[in-house]
């Protein structure tokens, strides 16, 4: 038998032209450029987020009635100047990178991640955070991270497909969790487009070089610190089921509550819509109240108290609860920031609300399977729940219970809220306009 030669005409043929075309060599090239860069602006916003808590918190110590007189002023603020000047900038992120990717080569989508709605987005949401609103970066990294993943391509002349746009957003989950594979999964999963090869490998490669960047740079830190204990079986089959569907439900009743309020032919959307400065300006009341009730507790990602709940810190019962309004009223401001964190926080509340059930050893991660089902009840994202939730605490020995708790919070999240509510939120920016020649 005649074994083809590398160079023979017949045996080139057969191989994938994507493989030897110079145009390759750019895209490569614009992928590992901008994967660095997402990595390094990444940890830069984390810094500034960092930063705007501690100046508010910093602000509340010296006197509490911030609460009541700065947040609600700021909100007005900054909805005032998204809603003028950076509309595209509004909200978590997440659905404007879902919606560009569906398009991506409509000016429309091209605005959704343009360097101006990008630093208009990073601006407006440390102002958020600024303001003691109940928002999280990782929603905002996502959309920057595909206006930058787009943007280096354009200036290497390399075609932004919808594969590009993905790969930027699922660098900047990597990024801003220090979470790699989370970034596959959540690309692969809630922005959906990960269906062919060439996709694929363009977003797994995407994501470790930021990754591996981050790390680099960071330092190989657990974002909520480390959770080393494992819970019995018979433990497990209660509290699995027991989150799964209390804690689904009440996920699902948040994106339910949000879609009502802000979402496409929501039943208030168009009344919030007509006044939208008076709709800031009750909600950071709402926000700054809670605040100053709770001393501040309820205010920025909520990234100290989850930290402390899940390192089995004695946390109080309220605290979800409030968190849940504190998050749903920022939500529906209309003030750019994400809702990833406030979940994470959302969700440990309600994981410490179980904790009394179980050996007070083990509250740890009675928490963290309360937070695997509130958030999967809030994002349906399963998979990118569990990956994100086991890197952040550095734990293999809850996979298992928080795959189970998830797949059960995805089935109770949906009973109360049939769509999902990225994609859902992500067709109030669906591109409208004729292609871009």
């Given at each position: 038998?005649?074994?083809?030669?590398?160079?023979?005409?017949?045996?080139?043929a057969?191989?994938p032209?994507?493989?030897?075309?110079?145009?390759?060599?750019?895209?490569?090239?614009?992928?590992?450029?901008s994967?660095v860069?997402?990595?390094?602006?990444?940890?830069?916003?984390?810094?500034?987020?960092?930063?705007?808590?501690?100046?508010?918190?910093e602000?509340?110590?010296?006197?509490?009635?911030?609460?009541?007189?700065?947040?609600?002023?700021?909100?007005?603020?900054?909805?005032?100047?998204?809603?003028?000047?950076?509309?595209?900038?509004?909200?978590?992120?997440?659905?404007q990178?879902?919606?560009?990717?569906?398009?991506?080569?409509?000016?429309t989508?091209?605005?959704?991640?343009?360097?101006?709605?990008?630093?208009?987005?990073?601006?407006?949401?440390?102002?958020?955070?600024?303001?003691?609103?109940?928002?999280?970066?990782?929603?905002?990294?996502?959309?920057?991270?595909?206006?930058?993943?787009?943007?280096?391509?354009?200036?290497?002349?390399v075609?932004?497909?919808?594969?590009?746009?993905?790969?930027?957003?699922?660098?900047?989950?990597?990024?801003?969790?220090?979470?790699?594979?989370?970034?596959?999964?959540?690309?692969?999963?809630?922005?959906a487009?990960?269906?062919?090869?060439?996709?694929?490998?363009?977003?797994?490669?995407?994501?470790?070089?930021?990754?591996?960047?981050?790390?680099?740079?960071?330092?190989?830190y657990?974002?909520?610190?480390?959770?080393?204990?494992?819970?019995?079986?018979?433990?497990?089959?209660?509290?699995?089921?027991?989150?799964?569907?209390?804690g689904?439900?009440?996920?699902?009743?948040?994106?339910?509550?949000?879609?009502?309020?802000?979402?496409?032919g929501?039943?208030?959307?168009?009344?919030?819509?007509?006044?939208?400065?008076?709709?800031?300006?009750?909600?950071?009341?709402?926000?700054?109240?809670?605040?100053?009730?709770?001393?501040?507790?309820?205010?920025?990602?909520?990234?100290?108290?989850?930290?402390?709940?899940?390192?089995?810190?004695?946390?109080e019962?309220?605290?979800?609860?409030?968190?849940?309004?504190?998050?749903?009223?920022?939500?529906?401001?209309?003030i750019?920031?994400g809702?990833?964190?406030?979940?994470?926080?959302?969700?440990?509340?309600?994981?410490e609300?179980?904790t009394?059930?179980?050996?007070a050893?083990?509250?740890?991660?009675?928490?963290?399977?309360g937070m695997?089902?509130?958030?999967?009840?809030?994002?349906?994202?399963?998979?990118?729940?569990?990956?994100?939730?086991?890197?952040?605490?550095?734990?293999?020995?809850?996979?298992?219970?928080?795959?189970?708790?998830?797949?059960?919070?995805?089935?109770?999240?949906?009973?109360?809220?049939?769509?999902?509510?990225?994609h859902?939120?992500?067709?109030?920016?669906?591109?409208v306009?004729?292609?871009?020649r």
């Amino acid at each position: 038998m005649k074994l083809p030669r590398p160079f023979d005409t017949e045996f080139n043929a057969k191989v994938p032209s994507e493989l030897i075309r110079p145009e390759d060599w750019s895209r490569r090239a614009a992928t590992l450029v901008s994967a660095v860069l997402i990595a390094l602006v990444a940890m830069g916003f984390a810094w500034a987020g960092d930063w705007a808590n501690r100046l508010f918190t910093e602000a509340t110590n010296h006197s509490r009635w911030v609460h009541l007189v700065l947040t609600p002023a700021m909100f007005v603020g900054i909805a005032a100047l998204t809603f003028r000047y950076a509309p595209q900038a509004r909200g978590s992120g997440i659905p404007q990178v879902i919606a560009a990717s569906r398009k991506p080569l409509r000016r429309t989508s091209r605005r959704l991640v343009s360097l101006r709605t990008a630093l208009a987005k990073v601006v407006l949401t440390l102002g958020a955070l600024l303001a003691g609103g109940s928002v999280g970066r990782e929603g905002p990294t996502v959309q920057l991270g595909a206006a930058i993943m787009v943007q280096v391509h354009r200036f290497f002349r390399v075609p932004s497909t919808s594969g590009v746009y993905i790969a930027g957003g699922a660098a900047g989950v990597a990024a801003a969790f220090n979470t790699p594979l989370a970034g596959i999964a959540f690309a692969i999963e809630e922005l959906a487009v990960a269906y062919e090869q060439r996709v694929a490998i363009l977003v797994m490669g995407a994501v470790m070089i930021s990754g591996l960047t981050s790390q680099g740079l960071a330092g190989n830190y657990v974002y909520f610190g480390q959770i080393t204990c494992g819970l019995p079986l018979t433990s497990v089959l209660i509290a699995a089921p027991v989150a799964g569907v209390i804690g689904g439900m009440l996920g699902g009743a948040f994106s339910r509550s949000l879609l009502a309020l802000r979402g496409p032919g929501g039943r208030f959307t168009a009344r919030f819509g007509k006044k939208p400065l008076t709709t800031a300006l009750v909600c950071g009341v709402i926000v700054g109240v809670l605040g100053f009730v709770t001393d501040g507790v309820t205010s920025g990602t909520g990234y100290e108290p989850t930290r402390m709940l899940l390192e089995g810190g004695a946390g109080e019962y309220w605290f979800g609860p409030a968190k849940f309004i504190a998050a749903l009223a920022t939500s529906a401001s209309g003030i750019p920031g994400g809702i990833f964190a406030p979940s994470l926080a959302v969700g440990a509340g309600f994981g410490e609300l179980l904790t009394p059930l179980f050996p007070a050893d083990k509250a740890g991660i009675i928490v963290l399977i309360g937070m695997g089902g509130y958030f999967t009840g809030v994002v349906r994202a399963p998979l990118t729940a569990v990956i994100i939730l086991s890197e952040a605490t550095g734990t293999s020995s809850a996979i298992l219970p928080l795959f189970a708790t998830a797949l059960i919070g995805d089935w109770a999240g949906g009973m109360v809220c049939r769509e999902r509510l990225y994609h859902a939120l992500a067709k109030g920016f669906a591109p409208v306009s004729a292609p871009a020649r």
